[in-house]
Every structure is written in C-alpha cells, then in structure tokens.
C-alpha cells in the first residue's frame, strides 16, 4: 500500500537528496527497519546518512534488505555495531512482491528517501520505486526549478 500518512510532525533524521533530481518516484511506500540498540542510539544522536544508499533482496530470500546506509558508531557504548551493515527492511508481503516484481521485469530501483521517527518514536524509512532520469530529464528539472525561483521574485517585487 502507498504511504497515505500526510502528518509532518514527525522528527526527520536523514534525507537522500539526490534521490528527487537522480531519479523519477513512481510510487513511495513507508516500511519499519530491524536495529541493534546502539544504532538506535546513533540514529536519535542524528548519525545517520541515507545517501547512497538503496534497497535490494538477498539470495534466496523474499525480504527486502537496506544496503550501503551509513549509520555511525555510538561513541558511548563498548560493544558497536558495524557502521555499514545490511538491514531488513520491514512490509507487507504483497508490498514485497509487487517491488520486487517490478524491479526484476521493468528495470526500476528502489531507493531509501527519508527516515524520521513517527510519533510512537518507532524508526520509519520512505523508501521509493523510480526509475532513473536521463541528462535531458535533469535539465529540465533544473530549468523548471530555476524559472520557479525567478516567478517567487517577480511576484514578490510586483507586490510591493
């Protein structure tokens, strides 16, 4: 199921911010994440980064899996974690198979957008199905970007 939560008190820890301008979101979903207690520690410190990282399944395994993102070791504690683990990544099993589905016939990535802590303070991430922009894509987002900004001024300065 598509993510319908459009509440945004929730506390953002870390944003992919490339994901936007790299890539086309075709559909967001909102999935839980298995930790260990010092990466949760780490995450509410703010050690966290969700850039380069993306979502993927292991051998023969139907679970999708969260490579590649970083989360810092807890200074305080004397047994940490390894900074770059894979970790389980927790949907509905019909959510699985239509992205695991997708990703296997329509050449499509699923990558990691936000994570926040929703407001029982349990650790949710956005993750996404896209599909990869061309040059002539990300120009044009730059280009539309960049006339939205001069509209905001002309419109601020005609105002006055």
């Not at 490339?18 to 979101?25: R, T």
């Not at 239509?98 to 957008?113: C, D, E, S, Y």
Request: charged residues 30%; positive net charge; aromatic residues 8%.
């Amino acid at each position: 199921m598509a993510n319908k939560n459009n509440n945004t008190n929730f506390k953002i820890v870390s944003r992919n911010r490339k994901a936007k301008f790299n890539y086309e979101i075709i559909e967001t979903y909102e999935a839980g994440i298995i930790l260990l207690g010092t990466e949760v520690k780490a995450i509410r410190d703010g050690h966290m980064s969700l850039q380069e990282s993306y979502v993927g399944t292991c051998k023969d395994d139907d679970s999708l899996y969260l490579f590649n993102c970083d989360i810092s070791v807890y200074k305080k504690a004397t047994k940490n974690h390894d900074p770059k683990r894979v970790r389980k990544l927790l949907l509905h099993k019909k959510e699985n198979i239509k992205l695991i589905n997708a990703v296997q016939t329509k050449g499509m990535a699923i990558l990691a957008l936000t994570s926040y802590f929703n407001n029982n303070g349990i650790l949710k991430i956005t993750i996404a199905l896209t599909r990869g922009k061309s040059k002539i894509d990300k120009r044009d987002t730059e280009s539309k970007r960049d006339w939205d900004i001069k509209k905001q001024r002309i419109l601020r300065n005609y105002n006055k």
